[in-house]
């Protein structure tokens, strides 16, 4: 019997499930028993716990979640309620924090780390969304505060085109408008991963030729890319900030400011798959090693 027991739900796909055999033997090596396929969507809660697969997830020690494939609201609820009883990676604060767009970079802009310049407003209130667009005096782009592999992103060009957009998004059930001023910038970014505070591995992506989205999901190109020190602080600091254990952060360099600015931090940035591998993406085992260490030190630093 292990003295430790630790949940995992983790992605499949993209060589996903090799990592996570990788992550569940290095546990063992430590005395960690890892237990895998705890998705809460089919969670239950009665009598004091939350049921998973038959685990009763208040008795882990820790549970990794690690799976961006659309979580249900319900999973999301779920994630929440068992955060109060034992540590989970990444923590559902920085988590939900990072789930959104606007509170991620209002967060990174109140603690001092360049981002673009943004705006929020209730959707009925197109007469401010128009005076921004008119102050900003440039292209802006329209974001979904939740979404992610850049779709749903909307690119606001002149006055006309913000008059075709607002009666769209006004059919949708929108909270909130989110826009966000266009940086000029050489359409490829730098994705940076850190866990635990320290830098593990950078790569980029580059848009397509005509586009200025670098999401590998609209087309978009890994390249291999070395960070200078300046990237890496950026990076760590915009981790700290957000408070999440395990992150990937965004960054361009704004070419009108000459600056790097801070695009987005994502809670669950995904392993190199095994053709980005092939390409020369070789940092799996040191962000495996350097979890579960991360692992070994929450669980064994709480008993
Ligand atoms: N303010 C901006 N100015 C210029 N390009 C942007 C801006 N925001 C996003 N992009 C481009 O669009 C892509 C997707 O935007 P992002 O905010 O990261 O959304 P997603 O979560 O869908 O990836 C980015 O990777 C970047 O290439
Ligand atoms: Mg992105």
Redesign the pocket.
Known sequence: MSDYRVGIWMYQNGGGDVIEKKIVNKLKERGIEAITDLNLRYATAEEGHIMCNGVAMEELDLFFSYNAGGQTQYQVYLYEALDQYIPIINNFKAFSITED?FKTIHLLKRNGIPT?EYFLCHRDDTKHLRSIFKKWNSKM?Y?PVD?????G?ALIENESSLDMLLPFLNQMDLRCFYV????N?DKS?YRVDIVDGEFIACYGRK?PEND????ITSGGKVILREPNDEIVELAKKAAKITGLEIAGV?IIYDLDKERYIV??VNGIPAFATPEQEKMGLNFNDKKIDAIVNLIEKKIKGKK
């Open positions: 767009k673009t782009i974001k979404g992610w592999g850049g779709i992103l966000e001023k266009f940086v910038y970014d848009a200025w989205k670098t999401n965004d695009l987005e």
